[in-house]
């Protein structure tokens, strides 16, 4: 960085503060009282890194509550970039450093188990902060289901946006791992509108699901799908918030 950072003394070691402003080094410069000393400064603008957050937390086994070794990605929502990937310990334990300012989604996968996968707005999270988030996964096992929470499509329609992508490929994943499974992709609405458009809908969105399945190599006899419409809700729809939960899309293994 040059002088009066770097001098003919040795310096080493340096450390950034989360703030993304204040640097430490160790330095046995000539002003030092003996030995290495602990230096800061503060770093020039066009050195300064992303200021960050912190997420950590534990995957567990949902039925056992035992800690899982599990696969973490950390999806920038804004431009569908992977940003990060994470082994968990042995027991499960993660620790994750983010640059601040983002929305991310969390996508969490071990062998054997459903996928884990939800967005956290962290956009307005501040500096230095830690979040706790604890995952359970849920073991694969016959009629076991799964409600997509990134799976999104154009507006009264059943064409799928590209950050639906990563949590479908995922579901690719699991396919591939467990080639004997048969599942089953079904579409729902809110009570917007006719319930004859709303079980097209759904339908067609069930459809457009199993549609970019097959384009990844698995096979349509292991894949169907059913539109419901607006016959089974899991929230109000006297809400905006309600009708958003019941406009979803999830799948069901129906064979292992």
Known sequence: MGYPINTIE???????AADGYTAYYAS???DSRG???IYSFTLPVD???FKTI???GVVT?????KGLPANLELTDNATGTIINKVQTDELGHYFITLPEGKDYTFTVNRKGYLFYSSAYALSGAAPDSTYVKNIALEPIKLASSF??????FENNSFALLPPSLPELNKLVQILEENPSMHIQISGHTDNVGKDTDNLTLSTNRAKAIVKYLSSKGIAAERLTYKGFGSTEPIATNATAAGR?????TSFTITKL
Do not use: C
């Not at 409600?147 to 999104?152: A, D, G, K, R, S």
């Open 61 to 65: 086994d949902l039925i056992s509550k």
């Open 10 to 16: 040795n310096e080493g070691s340096l450390a950034v």
């Open 28 to 30: 046995d410069r000539e």
């Open 244 to 248: 958003a939960q019941n406009r979803r």
């Open 147 to 152: 409600v997509f929470t990134q799976v999104l």
């Open 54 to 56: 912190y997420v950590k």
């Open 35 to 37: 030995g290495l000393d």
């Open 47 to 49: 050195a300064r890194p």
